[in-house]
């Protein structure tokens, strides 16, 4: 059977070994000012990404994973859940059963009650083709105008299909200004199958925004669980072996470039793998898959002069520490530890159940998911290409989409924000100017009597006022200064009955005084002209005439009068 690993993986470059690579570049300078504007307008979870949830798809179950930092930087497992189900011969591929898939994704998400649409699955390494190309040296836009043109991968690459019919992924991971050139990752698989993933996920009820490669996925987990750790191994070199049913091969990952060698194993091999106990024929499946894994160690440590001390083993085999046994055995310089995706990480009690196995390895890939973040912004441009791998075929739009969405969130709650502090300051305006009153009015129960008496004060001389003009008014009728007039009118004035108005008082300026005026009955008028006859200076008193005016709703009132009064002679 022909390999469908063989020279997929390895480092295309005409030398024997690779030049030495210059430092890495200093990603604080590169994020520049956007970044840190970025940073510090929408804030920092908006920039570093999404919320991811882990979702792993195989012929019989489907795991889900979602995590979170805590305010003391410690990771939490939210979500996990394994959904096991039947319906699928032996054999058979989720590409083979999209609707069972799909179907039962549904039932996996409506159990575990995940909170986010946003899914990052991961394809097989057999899915995906993965090297490290080395070309001339380029500035971002000839890199980039020679990929619109699709000749730097013609030339680098040599596909034996059309470029067209791949989702493909690129980074430069290093550049060698001494040598002119640098090297860059490429990664690439079907259109069809991606296509295919991306439907059983939209059936499913989420959106795919990642598409991993699952060698790469079990990487973010390594790092991830080794960083918790506080691992003292080298930083730039992680060996994993991926040992199992369905795929097998030993990833080396040194200086961000992927050096994976495919293991294999034959179908009876498989068959020893899942069903037998006979010692015997196991020993002898180890023998022939230690041989393969010592070469490919032993090829990377002559190549690179670099001591690779142990591998991360993930397997999905129930018996898989019979076999780590065994391997120690064969390479007794080497350490195989079986890896755990949960050391260090934070487990909420209700979901303790679900994690707990003898083999936690098998739960790597979906960890390894749920550790990604959807990178909007660029955060991790910078970081590692093997942290940020997507093969999804619109992620640039997607992205676009989510930039706008985080956008319009950051405008959302600007404006709401400058609507708060709005009502906040006037608020504290309102609050200031009713304590400014209260201080006004204070005292205002003794200004209002206050106000009360002299208002009574003012009627009352604004009363007298009204009399003494009317006074005036009548004295002014009179056309004489002399001392006796005056006698004369207080006189009379001391005889007006109660009910008896004057209008006018005229003086002929001898001896003779008409008074006009009204009363309210014929007695008034009588008790007015006695009283008249009854002063000193005045002989005779007598009426003159009676009228009898009618008031507005013609009803007889009030009874006019005219009053002669003959002086005595002075």
């Known amino acids: 059977m022909k390999n469908p690993f063989a020279n997929l993986f390895k480092k295309n470059s005409n030398k024997d070994a690779p030049s030495t690579p210059t430092p890495k570049p200093d990603t604080k300078k590169k994020e520049g000012f956007f970044s840190k504007l970025l940073k510090n307008r929408l804030g920092k979870s908006s920039i570093k990404g999404e919320e991811i949830l882990g979702v792993e798809l195989t012929p019989n179950e489907i795991r889900l994973a979602q995590v979170s930092s805590n305010k003391a930087n410690q990771w939490v497992l939210d979500k996990f859940y394994v959904h096991k189900f039947e319906g699928i011969s032996d054999g058979g591929t989720v590409l083979d059963n999209q609707d069972k898939i799909a179907e039962e994704l549904k039932l996996a998400l409506l159990k575990s009650k995940v909170n986010t649409t946003n899914a990052a699955i991961a394809i097989p390494v057999t899915s995906a083709i993965i090297r490290v190309v080395t070309a001339p040296l380029m500035?971002?836009?000839?890199?980039?105008k020679a990929i619109d043109t699709d000749s730097l991968w013609e030339n680098?690459?040599?596909?034996?299909?059309?470029?067209?019919?791949?989702s493909i992924f690129h980074q430069v991971?290093?550049?060698?200004?001494?040598?002119?050139?640098?090297?860059?990752?490429?990664?690439?698989?079907?259109?069809?199958?991606?296509?295919s993933y991306t439907a059983i996920i939209k059936k499913g009820g989420l959106n795919a925004v990642i598409i991993d490669v699952k060698c790469f996925a079990?990487?973010?987990?390594?790092?991830?669980?080794?960083?918790?750790?506080?691992?003292?191994?080298?930083?730039?070199?992680?060996?994993?072996?991926?040992?199992?049913?369905?795929?097998?091969?030993?990833?080396?990952?040194?200086?961000?470039?992927?050096?994976?060698?495919?293991?294999?194993?034959?179908?009876?091999?498989?068959?020893?793998?899942?069903?037998?106990?006979?010692?015997?024929?196991?020993?002898?499946?180890?023998?022939?898959?230690?041989?393969?894994?010592?070469?490919?160690?032993?090829?990377?440590?002559?190549?690179?002069?670099?001591?690779?001390?142990?591998?991360?083993?993930?397997?999905?085999?129930?018996?898989?520490?019979?076999?780590?046994?065994?391997?120690?055995?064969?390479?007794?310089?080497?350490?195989?530890?079986?890896?755990?995706?949960?050391?260090?990480?934070?487990?909420?009690?209700?979901?303790?159940?679900?994690?707990?196995?003898?083999?936690?390895?098998?739960?790597s890939t979906v960890m390894g998911l749920a550790f990604r973040k959807l990178d909007v912004f660029g955060y991790y441009k910078f970081v590692t290409a093997v942290k940020n791998i997507n093969l999804l075929p619109n992620r640039e739009s997607m992205i676009a989409q989510k930039k706008a969405k985080a956008f319009s969130n950051f405008a959302f709650k600007g404006i709401a924000g400058i609507v708060a502090i709005i009502y906040i300051v006037l608020f504290g305006f309102s609050f200031w100017q009713i304590s400014d009153l209260n201080k006004k009015i204070d005292g205002y129960d003794q200004i209002v009597q206050?106000?009360?008496?002299?208002?009574?004060?003012?009627?009352?001389?604004?009363?007298?006022?009204?009399?003494?003009?009317?006074?005036?008014?009548?004295?002014?009728?009179?056309?004489?200064?002399?001392?006796?007039?005056?006698?004369?009118?207080?006189?009379?004035?001391?005889?007006?009955?109660?009910?008896?108005?004057?209008?006018?008082?005229?003086?002929?300026?001898?001896?003779l005084i008409v008074i006009e005026g009204t009363a309210f009955s014929d007695q008034d008028i009588l008790k007015l002209i006695s009283n008249l006859n009854n002063k000193k200076l005045i002989s005779q008193a007598s009426l003159a005439s009676m009228t009898l005016p009618n008031d507005q709703q013609g009803s007889q009132t009030m009874k006019g009068f005219k009053i002669a009064c003959i002086l005595e002679a002075v």
């Open 156 to 166: 680098l690459v040599q596909l034996t299909d059309n470029l067209a019919d791949y």
């Open 218 to 363: 079990l990487k973010s987990a390594v790092d991830q669980i080794n960083q918790i750790a506080g691992s003292i191994e080298d930083s730039n070199l992680t060996a994993v072996l991926e040992f199992g049913l369905d795929e097998n091969y030993v990833m080396i990952l040194y200086e961000n470039n992927p050096i994976i060698t495919d293991i294999f194993i034959r179908s009876q091999d498989r068959k020893t793998l899942s069903e037998s106990n006979n010692q015997e024929e196991m020993d002898a499946l180890v023998r022939r898959y230690m041989t393969q894994v010592k070469q490919a160690v032993q090829d990377f440590e002559t190549k690179y002069e670099k001591r690779i001390r142990n591998l991360k083993v993930t397997s999905n085999l129930p018996n898989v520490e019979d076999y780590l046994a065994s391997f120690r055995k064969n390479m007794v310089n080497t350490g195989y530890n079986l890896f755990n995706p949960f050391d260090g990480i934070k487990i909420p009690a209700q979901i303790e159940n679900e994690v707990n196995s003898s083999n936690p390895s098998y739960f």
């Open 139 to 144: 500035t971002d836009e000839e890199l980039r």
């Open 450 to 511: 206050t106000h009360s008496e002299r208002s009574n004060q003012f009627n009352k001389v604004l009363k007298e006022k009204k009399m003494m003009d009317k006074s005036l008014e009548l004295s002014n009728s009179i056309k004489s200064n002399k001392t006796v007039s005056f006698r004369v009118l207080a006189q009379i004035a001391s005889a007006v009955p109660k009910r008896v108005k004057f209008d006018s008082i005229e003086y002929n300026g001898s001896n």
């Open 173 to 195: 991971i290093n550049k060698d200004e001494k040598a002119n050139t640098m090297d860059i990752l490429f990664v690439a698989s079907k259109l069809s199958d991606i296509n």
